[in-house]
T-cell receptor, first 110, second 115 residues
Framework: SQQGEEDPQALSIQEGENATMNCSYK?????LQWYRQNSGRGLVHLIL?????REKHSGRLRVTLDTSKKSSSLLITASRAADTASYFC??????????FGKGTMLLVSP | GAGVSQSPSNKVTEKGKDVELRCDPI?????LYWYRQSLGQGLEFLIY????????KSGLPSDRFSAERTGGSVSTLTIQRTQQEDSAVYLC?????????????FGSGTRLTVV
């Protein structure tokens, strides 16, 4: 399967702690993206990292990409209860469509 | 519009009936995608439109599923003779280009329940 795999499947932390989620994939990619989904509905695009980039920051988000290991990580620093959601990695392996992983469910407790 | 709009937000239908799901993408976005998500699962790709044509429809699970896009804008996903395994959230997304070099903007989805 070309589907990405997130790890862990679920993560429970306290407010203020950092949350790290990992994504592995099997094909060569053009870019890798992270999305957040609240309450099982629409996904929101968080950040995109291109295959020639190794690290990218956006606010409290930090994404790394290791193409030699075919893996990426998403770090959320100083987490808040509002960060509670499912997080998905997605990558472009073909010309036009994104392949999504199965997601990590993050629970941030006050 | 300002975002991707999907309708209806919820649909309950009897097994064997046909359903139509609608997606109104962001104005000017040439690429439109349909995915579905079963409970607690990841997103399953269904079909991709560039303009009014569908260069990739490889994810449609059976010939009961079809989709069209008209005027380079609104798209309709039709499921004929619905089955219980069709129950899922159907998500539509659009993008300014079709090469996935930019993020997708998703609608809120249609939750389809087949009883």
């Amino acid at each position: 399967s070309q589907q990405g795999e997130e790890d862990p499947q679920a993560l429970s932390i306290q407010e203020g702690e950092n949350a790290t989620m990992n994504c592995s994939y099997k094909t060569s990619i053009n870019n890798l993206q992270w999305y957040r989904q609240n309450s099982g509905r629409g996904l929101v695009h968080l950040i995109l990292i291109r295959s020639n980039e190794r690290e990218k920051h956006s606010g409290r988000l930090r994404v790394t990409l290791d193409t030699s290991k075919k893996s990426s990580s998403l770090l959320i620093t100083a987490s808040r209860a509002a960060d509670t959601a499912s997080y998905f990695c997605a990558f472009r392996s073909g010309y036009s469509t994104l392949t999504f992983g199965k997601g990590t469910m993050l629970l941030v407790s006050p | 519009g300002a975002g991707v709009s999907q309708s209806p937000s919820n649909k309950v239908t009897e097994k064997g009936k046909d359903v139509e799901l609608r997606c109104d993408p962001i104005s000017g976005h040439t690429a439109l995608y349909w995915y579905r998500q079963s409970l607690g699962q990841g997103l399953e790709f269904l079909i991709y439109f560039q303009g009014n044509s569908a260069p990739d429809k490889s994810g449609l699970p059976s010939d009961r599923f079809s989709a069209e896009r008209t005027g380079g804008s609104v798209s309709t996903l039709t499921i004929q003779r619905t089955q219980q395994e069709d129950s899922a959230v159907y998500l539509c997304a659009s993008s300014s280009t079709g090469n996935a070099n930019y993020g997708y903007t998703f609608g809120s989805g249609t939750r389809l329940t087949v009883v």
